[in-house]
Structures are given as structure tokens and as C-alpha cells.
T-cell receptor
């Protein structure tokens, strides 16, 4: 069965520090997708990134970067020079399967609450 | 601009009432989902639908039912609300599946309190 683990329940950093949010996944499939979502205090989940299992290139988008390593089944998320607006709960998620009900679903980790202190 | 809307942000109901939560998307997505979110438990899938009139059980379907009569609308029904159904309910939609899986877009959520 697929599983996503976000071991860090809560993290606090001071503004301008870098912070890495960890995500470890389990799957038996060779084709799968990984996602990161942000949930600010307003409550609405915001999509950040999708990565498929065939593309291990790291990605950078402004202050955000993602490190995908199949060898360790990890898809970690780093925020550089954190800002107060980065305070949110961040979820890592996995989808897998070619067909059937599982191919539509996302399995979410329990989330990491990030607090950026001014 | 992609949009998923939910009928209420906050809802208070009494035990035993029948409760309808409505979700509408304007992206012509085939797939729609209902989750509940509880502290320490993350997001758990209740039901999803991959086409009009089609539905599939998620991880925690007990006590819930759904209806999808039109492509853009997906309703979650609590047949007889109970206090343990007090939660945040999130609706999402997406296109594709399997190899062509695309990200889910979420609505703002409905915080339901059952007294």
C-alpha cells in the first residue's frame, strides 16, 4: 500500500532562515506522481508542484526548491530565506497506479506546520 | 482562473439532521473528491467520482453518501449527522488518471459543527 510520511509535525524558524520539510514515501509502482501543497491559515490548499517518477531533476521556483531522490524515496522541500507569509501547513502527497480506483487518488502525509517568526 | 467553490464556509447542525455539502467546479474536470481534515490525522478521502453518476468509496465512507448528477457539481450527504462528523470538509477536482494524473484543485473548505 502506498504511504507518505512527514516526520516533522511542527517547525519554527526565524525569518530569513532556510528550512527543509521532509517527505518520505512508499510505493510498489514504478510510475507515480508526487505533490506538495500549502495550506495557509485561511484553509484553502494551494498546489505547489507535481513531479513524476521518471523525472529526478531537482526543481527551483523562486525561493522554493524540491529535491527528489528515488534511492531514498524522498521528496524534500526547501524554502530559502523564509518569510512570515510562508507560515502554513505543508502537505506532501502521492498518486500511483495505471488504472482502477487508486489511479485517481492522492495519499497525503499528515502535514508539517511551519511557523516563521519575524 | 480555476475555481472550486463550496456552498458554506461554516455550518452548524444538530445531531440526527440530514446535511448537504455542495461543491461546484468550473474547470470541466472529470474527477471530484470529498475529504475531511482533522487535527493530527491529515486529509482523509471520503468519496470520489470520476464521471457523472459514478462514485467510489474512499478510506472513510461510513456515515456519508454522495451525488453527482452534473459534471460540475458533487454533493456530500450526511444522512444522520453525528458529533463525530464535526470536521473540516474539503472538496477538490482534477483531470486525468494513472499516467496522465494531474493535480487536484481544492475549494476553501466547510467547517461543520454537529451539536
Amino acid at each position: 500500500a502506498q504511504k507518505v510520511t512527514q516526520a516533522q509535525t511542527e517547525i519554527s524558524v526565524v525569518e530569513k532562515e532556510d528550512v527543509t520539510l521532509d517527505c518520505v514515501y512508499e510505493t510498489r509502482d514504478t510510475t507515480y506522481y508526487l505533490f506538495w501543497y500549502k495550506q495557509p491559515p485561511s484553509g484553502e490548499l494551494v498546489f505547489l508542484i507535481r513531479r513524476n517518477s521518471f523525472d529526478e531533476q531537482n526543481e527551483i521556483s523562486g525561493r522554493y526548491s524540491w529535491n527528489f531522490q528515488k534511492s531514498t524515496s524522498s521528496f524534500n522541500f526547501t524554502i530559502t530565506a523564509s518569510q512570515v507569509v510562508d507560515s502554513a501547513v505543508y502537505f506532501c502527497a502521492l498518486s500511483e497506479g495505471y488504472s482502477g480506483a487508486g489511479s485517481y487518488q492522492l495519499t497525503f502525509g499528515k502535514g508539517t506546520k511551519l511557523s516563521v517568526i519575524p | 482562473d480555476v475555481k472550486v467553490t463550496q456552498s458554506s464556509r461554516y455550518l452548524v447542525k444538530r445531531t440526527g439532521e440530514k446535511v448537504f455539502l455542495e461543491c461546484v467546479q468550473d474547470m470541466d474536470h472529470e474527477n471530484m473528491f470529498w475529504y475531511r481534515q482533522d487535527p493530527g490525522l491529515g486529509l482523509r478521502l471520503i468519496y470520489f467520482s470520476y464521471d457523472v453518476k459514478m462514485k467510489e468509496k474512499g478510506d472513510i465512507p461510513e456515515g456519508y453518501s454522495v451525488s453527482r448528477e452534473k459534471k460540475e457539481r458533487f454533493s456530500l450527504i450526511l444522512e444522520s449527522a453525528s458529533t463525530n462528523q464535526t470536521s473540516m470538509y474539503l472538496c477538490a477536482s482534477s483531470s486525468g488518471a494513472g499516467r496522465d494524473y494531474n493535480e487536484q484543485f481544492f475549494g476553501p473548505g466547510t467547517r461543520l459543527t454537529v451539536l
